[in-house]
């Protein structure tokens, strides 16, 4: 954790576990897919700790039997997302917090944009039904670019299009990719613990630079160094 925190002139976010709350919504297309298959459907406190991991945490959790890359795996796969397709948004809201830190950050008139792994085709018709997202300056996907995160490009273009140093941007996350991908671009890395966290993952030992209970918390921090 730095000693002293960048000044912040813009913002970038993850999408899922970071400002939408979509657990429900994945676990409604895998718990489809598992009666389907005769299995036991999950519980909101088995999925919900993975839902950041999106289609293969969900099915890795469902199907933990069936290797991932196996034809087997990718026919599920596109099942499984199908099925989420359908139902994008009947359980997504924001989270709490998330309205009040965007309406904030466009008073301040400080650029904030979306990073996340998320695909296009899944990503554009669910941020339609969120009003609040609109003023977002840039949109970073999971296949925007040949790579994701934890890689570190998908962050670095997205600076590239606030046209913002990447030393002065703030990276919220919820999973360890998102700190590793703002580490490695030279960015703030703020931890979302409000967010899809498995405590098996060891959350306690990601490099971090700041990390916070609630998304108010973050205005709080940024009108400290602004």
Sequence with gaps: MRAELAHPQGVLFDLDGTLLDTADDLACALNRLLGEHGRATKSRQQYRPIASHGAMGMLKLGFPDI?????????????FLSYYAEQLCEHTCLFDGISELIQTLNTLHMPWGIVTNKPTHLT?????????????????????LPVRKPHPEPLLLAASELSIPASHLWYLGDAERDMQ??????????????????????????????RILHPTALLTAIKHKI
């Design 124 to 144: 554009l018709p669910l941020l339609t039904q969120f009003p609040e997202l609109d003023t977002t300056s840039t949109l970073v996907c999971g296949d925007t």
């Design 67 to 79: 290797a991932f890359g196996t034809s087997a795996f990718e026919v599920l796969r596109k099942r």
């Design 181 to 210: 991908a703002a580490q490695a671009a030279g960015m703030t890395a703020v931890l979302a613990e409000y967010g899809y966290i498995c405590q098996s993952e060891r959350p306690e030992h990601w490099l971090t630079d700041l």
